[in-house]
């Protein structure tokens, strides 16, 4: 610390003394701020140059359907209002890249049942001998929830049944949802 109490010295030579001490911490306060500040902007920018490039990378792909579609568990579902046989109908679907909605599983047929209202509609479940098929060729296991021994199953209701496939019925579709 500097001090200027000494009796031999003059108050010009002390107010000099004082005045070069304060330029120096004056000097070292200066540059100690500017290297905070040069910090700072450092970080900043490492920041949104980070932010800028995670924005960048691209993210998991959505599964998506089309908008006159319902989308659930990563199928996508069409309720037909227009009314054909069975065969006309999944010719429909083939269409769109779809089949007959084929009930694989007990979840589809009770999601099915709401989506489609008081519609019966046609689904992808056909009588191959004594046995009914998918439209892929896979068994159906849900037989003995069908009501009927028709060719062509449908869903009425809150049931499945089966009927001749020359009727004419509305249709569901499905399809794995696009990515």
């Known amino acids: 610390m500097l001090s200027c109490t000494s009796s031999s010295q003059k108050d010009s030579d002390c107010l000099g003394k004082l005045n070069k ?3 120096v911490c004056a000097l070292v306060l200066a540059v100690l701020l500017a290297l905070v500040v040069a910090l700072s902007v450092a970080l900043a920018v490492q920041s949104a140059g980070s932010r800028a490039a995670g ?3 691209p993210g998991a792909p959505v599964p998506s359907c089309a908008s006159d579609w319902v989308g659930y568990r990563n199928m996508c579902y069409y309720v ?7 065969t006309w109908s999944q010719a429909q679907c083939s269409g769109h890249g779809a089949s007959l909605a084929m009930l694989q599983e007990e ?6 049942q709401l989506i489609k209202g008081d519609l019966d509609c046609w689904v992808g479940v056909r009588r191959q001998g004594e046995h009914l098929e998918r439209v892929d060729g896979s068994n159906f296991t849900f037989s003995s929830l069908v009501h009927g021994k028709a060719d ?5 209701d809150n049931s499945v049944a089966s009927s001749g496939c020359s009727l004419h019925r509305p249709y569901i ?3 794995p949802q696009a990515v």
């Open 55 to 57: 924005a960048a990378l």
């Open 173 to 175: 579709c499905s399809k």
């Open 21 to 23: 001490h304060h330029a």
């Open 107 to 112: 979840w589809e047929m009770e999601f099915l």
């Open 152 to 156: 062509c199953v449908y869903l009425i």
């Open 80 to 86: 037909s209002a227009r009314e054909g046989n069975w």
